[in-house]
């Protein structure tokens, strides 16, 4: 029992970070765009978020600065690929390269250094729930917004009026727009809240998940959010039970080094994650053809009027 | 009351200088505010990277050196984007092909006659790159899965059974817990020039880039990939199989990138060790597109990156600035170049209108 309720908690731990940045994303490419520069926003976002800690000492600053740099490259990629026209694979990547480079740079005075770290939310209640809060009384405040934000992001996306419009803006613009939904505000405001969650996950990580801060220290993270955006088809619940997986699979490799059992030689257990991911994308993308999913039609498409 | 309007230009203006100066001067400027910002003098800066770049033969040859891998890698990923796949798994496939060279050089000597050692380590490197890339290439193919995570998620798996391999099964038992297989026999090492570390990798990657040109310009095969490239509908009509050619096209641009690793293994290292994956698969597709996918460019653009990355280590050794203002400043060029496309391609009228 106590075996389950640590490999649990170090589950739910885990996925934190996917499941904020895959959310965000969600709403990035259901809007049209295609992000692929999650993963230097999220080092961008634990670099940030982990100097700010250190210095100011306040979590919430630390976060609010960690958002607001990941809004601001995000916001970066919306003007190129918005404005600009530009290929949004390659200015994703762009902003992934330049993300590892400049939070390695920024933060490598800060490697090693003891910086704040969030506290577990252990409250009488909790102890009073069996099982259950034991696991939630292990974790941060972040995790109850993080699995707040799952039902509340589905329901906006689709179930009110500004889902709708962002749905749209993302399967047909042209038509949307004629039917005046402002289609390049709905899709900078979506790329921008992606950036902001994205942040936020890597200020999980350097504040949360492993305190402190180590360059590519989210070894690509982002780049399994992306993934769990198309094994989710678009839809945040079902990003959840993604990012559990991928939370599951990290709890399994801390039990079994927490406990010396070399069921499993610890190389396999850290390529698991990755190969899962590829695994996971596969059967989704062949089972496609039965129509669950529905990657946005205008998904990396820019949109203009004269055109 | 003044509107801003954007409109198609009906040619594509600004030649390659242009561009190029419109996305190097906002980089060299964003990166002096970033100099600026850890309180360095951005001029001397700048200067101690250009002198540890290009100062003398010394520091050039070190250039060379590191292109090396760096036009291999932008090769592989700039074949790979010509038929719109995008290779972003270099890295893993440049640690496959180091793993296999060195797997080659370690295990098979006493089988392989001393003359004939250095090209199969060449073959084994290129077939370790290209298994890597397989699978990714047939998910692609036969399903349409997203080759981008595919090919990156390999790129972990690929580094976690490389340290697997020089902490475990084949570390060095003289090495005295150093992470890292035995150095090679010296069959497999390959020859240097002009008293430098400058070796053969430099003169194949050279060789591959001219091939490639010839094959795409020349051959049918070459032909039936720019088709491809340029309309898979096209292609399809006209009987060419889309599915061989991508698997083709993406085991070659593995292979490619697996030499990168061959020739850092047998060319530097001499060994399988730790440092052998540190982003010169990321740099490739910075290199592929400065490059404009065109092979013959990419040795020059591999140069000019290379150069930034010499001239970045030579920052860290003198000013004890990270040296990842490197790929900052990669980073920066890829986004303004990309920024400035937009000025090729389009144009701003000003229309004035009375309100």
Redesign the interface.
Known sequence: MNDLIFIASITLKSCIAVLLASIGEIFTEKSGILN?GVE?IMLIGAMTGFIIGYTTGSPVMAFTGAMLAGGLLAL?HAF?SIN????Q???G??????????S???G?PFIGKLGIRLEELDCAFLDKVPFLGRILAQQTFLVLIALMIVPLSWFILFRTNLGLNIRAAGEDPAAADAAGVPVKFLRYGCTLFGGLMAGMAGAYLSLVYTPGWKEGMS??QG??A??MV?FSTWNPVRALFGALLFGGLNALQFYFQATGAELI?T?IL??LP??L??LV??LV??LKRGGIGTTPSALGNPF?R?? | MVVFKVEKKADSGFSLIQILLLAVIPAILVGAVIFMAVGANPLRAYYIMFMGGFGDWFHFSEVLVKATPLIFTGLAVALAARMLLWNIGCEGQLVFGGIFASGTALFFQSYIPDPLMIPFVLLSGFAGGAVWALLPAILKARWEVNEIITTLMFNYIAVILMEHLYFGPWRDPMGRGFPGTAMFNESAWFPRFFQTRVHLGLFVAIAACMLLFVILKKTKWGYRITVTGNSLGAARYSGINITCQRIAVLIISGGLAGLAGTSEVCGIHLRLQQGLAVGYGYDGIIIAFLAGLNPLAVPFVAIILGGLIVGGDQLQTTLHLPSSISLVLEGTILLAILASNFFSLYRIRILRRSA
């Open positions: 692929l230097g970066l190129l600009l026209h530009a290929s694979v390659i200015s990547l762009a902003i992934t390269i330049f993300g590892m480079g400049m390695s740079f920024l490598r070894a690509g780049w399994i992306i993934a198309i030689p190389y850290r390529i990755y190969l991911t590829v994308l596969f993308t062949a203009s004269e055109e």
